[in-house]
Nanobody, 125 residues
């Protein structure tokens, strides 16, 4: 069983920054592919960023503004979000893929085995 707990969400003005943290339990963290997803009101959940080993990938909407990283000693994944926009407002979820294929995290929700409860990010204009 793997537990994921997100933190770091909040209210920020457009142009500001936030750093989300996902604390993960369970053995073998360094082998997991990790992903961040988000879900805005009335919309489906979408891929934001992923990291497998040191390989990262991003959605086009956040590329160049967000940075995903991980600390395998602490079993933590981070999402640094800069130059935030009102359209970034959403609940952000962390997810773990325990049996990843390929060199990068998948963008497909169904491939992830465990999810956190989410943290709200609100960007005011």
């Amino acid at each position: 069983q793997v537990q994921l707990v997100e933190s770091g969400g909040g209210l920020v003005q457009a142009g500001g920054s936030l750093r989300l943290t996902c604390a993960t339990s369970g053995r073998g963290f360094s082998t997991y592919a990790m992903g961040w997803f988000r879900q805005a009101p009335g919309k489906g959940r979408e891929f934001v960023a992923g990291i497998r080993w040191s390989n990262t990938n991003y959605s086009d909407s956040v590329k160049g503004r967000f940075t995903i990283s991980r600390d395998n000693d602490k079993n933590v994944v981070y999402l640094q979000m800069n130059r935030l926009k009102p359209e970034d407002t959403a609940v952000y979820y962390c997810a773990a893929d325990l049996n990843p294929r390929g060199s990068f995290s998948t963008r497909i929700m169904g491939e992830y085995d465990y999810w956190g409860q989410g943290t709200q990010v609100t960007v005011s204009s």
